[in-house]
């Protein structure tokens, strides 16, 4: 009786939860899914009853066992899951750190990105930039200039979907951020600025050098497949969603963005699971080599740096190795979600 009881409290406040969020259309998916699901369990329970030669439930009893487990999953689901977006999005948000480097004859000021943050993340990071500047501090900063179509194509191949200006615009729906505008962080207080990166028809040179040509009918020895259009598919996602639906999906992305920040592993591992290591290589590592060499051969000796948290160690290394003076003289933290 008490299992009953926990089973439909459970499975009411659930459905009016759905009806809050996804009203009349989710409530009745959620529905047919459970009854779905009753009846595939239900249909396998009697053929492995048949099969171990145990009693076969009654439709009744089986719905009433079935509907008990599906609560727990639930409670069990929800809380597990719940803290998970609690914990990474109000205990312990991500932290991206501003490093201060020198090695006694320059000094660089190395400040970790997020192509998507917030606009006081963004804000705070203009105001530094302001600062800086006005202590005789010049700007290097990340940006992947367009190439030709033809490589734009051949990217958007390599990556599976179609990339562009719009694309981090568009992804930040998915999270209620801003995507990271350089034009933000140019002109403040001198035009001392300077982009320290390659163009796209770079990247696919370098990638085409180093490993194979791509072609329209081949990418990586393979069949190629037509890019996902991913801003579309964002776009649509979106706009079918109720409002309230969409602040769940903001809350659950946040956190898993959040998660990813913090941990270097899990970034590595996205990465080697992605089948795409050559085309990173070049992404990251012959990026960072171009940090490094602008670092070392230019004539200002207070550097300001604007580039993605997945760069910073790669340069830190190299720095050390190119010169063991150098030193991290101090640390500050910013919250990209804030």
Not at 5 to 13: D, H
Not at 113 to 120: P, R
Request: charged residues 20%.
């Amino acid at each position: 009786m008490k299992k009953n009881i926990f089973s439909w409290v459970v499975l009411l406040l659930f459905f009016v939860v759905i009806l809050l969020i996804s009203w009349i259309i989710g409530w009745l998916q959620f529905i047919v899914s459970i009854c779905s699901y009753w009846l595939i369990f239900y249909i396998f329970h009697i053929l492995w009853s048949k099969i171990t030669k145990k009693p076969i439930k009654n439709y009744k009893d089986f719905a009433l066992y079935f509907i008990n487990r599906i609560s727990i999953l639930l409670v069990s689901f929800i809380s597990l899951f719940g803290s998970f977006i609690y914990y990474e999005n109000y205990l312990e948000p991500a932290l991206l750190p501003e490093f201060t480097l020198s090695n006694w004859q320059k000094t660089v000021v190395f400040q970790w990105m997020a192509h998507i943050g917030s606009e006081n993340f963004y804000t705070k990071i203009k105001n530094n930039i302001i600062e800086n500047k006005k202590a005789w501090f010049v700007l290097f900063y990340e940006w992947v200039k367009l190439g030709k179509k033809e490589n734009m194509d051949k990217f958007d191949r390599l990556i599976w979907f179609e990339f562009n200006k719009k694309t981090y615009s568009n992804l930040s729906k998915m999270y209620w951020l801003s995507a990271q505008n350089n034009q933000d962080f140019l002109n403040l207080v001198n035009s001392k600025d300077y982009n320290t990166d390659v163009s796209m028809d770079t990247i696919i040179a370098k990638y085409e050098k180093k490993h194979w040509t791509i072609t329209k009918d081949k990418v990586y020895n393979k069949i190629s497949q037509t890019p996902l259009k991913m801003d579309d598919i964002i776009n649509q996602t979106v706009n079918l969603m109720t409002p309230k639906e969409l602040e769940v999906l903001i809350q659950v992305n946040r956190a898993i963005m959040n998660f990813i920040i913090k941990n270097e592993n899990v970034r590595d591992m996205l990465l080697e699971s992605s089948g795409q290591g050559n085309l990173f290589d070049i992404i990251l590592d012959d990026r960072n080599a171009i940090i490094v060499d602008a670092i070392n051969t230019s004539k200002e000796n207070k550097i300001h740096i604007l580039y993605g948290l997945m760069h910073f160690n790669w340069v830190w290394k190299a720095l050390q190795e190119w010169d063991s003076n150098w030193k991290v003289v101090n640390i500050r933290y910013f919250k990209p979600i804030d």
